[in-house]
C-alpha cells in the first residue's frame, strides 16, 4: 500500500490532555475513558478536522475514526488510518483489527484502500443504549471485523 500524499495544511499527532476539551467539543472523544489506548488527532492550524483512537489490544484495534465534514475526501481519514498503523508497529503489532458496520460502504471502502479485508469472524450484533462521554445514544447495528497485516 502507498501512503497517502502529506498534505502540509494538517499534522497528526496524540492528543493531548490540554487539547480534550478542543478535540471533544467538534469531535468527541467517546473512548476517551477507555483506558487501553489513545487518540490521534489531524490538526489544521489549531483546529482539530479528525480523530482515532488506537486501542493497545492483543491484536490492537483501530476505533472511532471521525473526520469534520468540512475536511473530508482530502485524506485526511486515511492519513489518520496510517498513523494509526505506523504507532501499532512500532508497538511491535503484527496486525490491525478494526470493526464497520456492515451498512457504512464509504468506511469499508477507506479500509479496503488501506489492505484490511474481513477477517472472517463472525458479525457482533450492537443494539440498545451505550454510554459515551457525551451522553447515552441508542444503537442499532451490525459490525463486521477487518484485519490488515502489518508485517512489511
Not at 45 to 61: F, I, S
Not at 119 to 146: C, M, N, S
Amino acid at each position: 500500500m502507498t501512503e497517502p500524499p502529506a498534505d502540509p495544511a494538517w499534522t497528526i499527532r496524540p492528543l493531548d490532555a490540554a487539547e480534550v476539551d478542543v478535540v471533544g467539543r467538534d469531535l468527541g472523544l467517546a473512548r476517551l475513558h477507555q483506558g487501553d489506548g489513545f487518540y490521534l488527532v489531524a490538526w489544521e492550524g489549531t483546529q482539530p478536522v479528525g480523530h482515532c483512537h488506537l486501542a493497545l489490544t492483543d491484536p490492537p484495534e483501530l476505533q472511532d475514526v471521525e473526520v469534520l465534514p468540512s475536511a473530508r475526501r482530502r485524506g485526511v481519514a486515511s492519513a489518520l488510518v496510517a498513523a494509526a498503523e505506523t504507532e501499532a508497529r512500532a508497538r511491535g503489532a503484527v496486525e490491525l483489527h478494526l470493526e464497520l458496520s456492515i451498512d457504512d460502504p464509504a468506511a469499508g471502502a477507506l479500509y479496503r484502500s488501506r489492505g484490511y479485508a474481513d477477517a472472517g469472524l463472525p458479525h457482533r450484533r450492537v443494539k440498545g443504549t451505550i454510554q459515551i462521554r457525551t451522553g447515552p445514544i441508542e444503537v442499532d447495528d451490525e459490525l463486521v471485523t477487518w484485519t490488515k497485516s502489518l508485517r512489511q
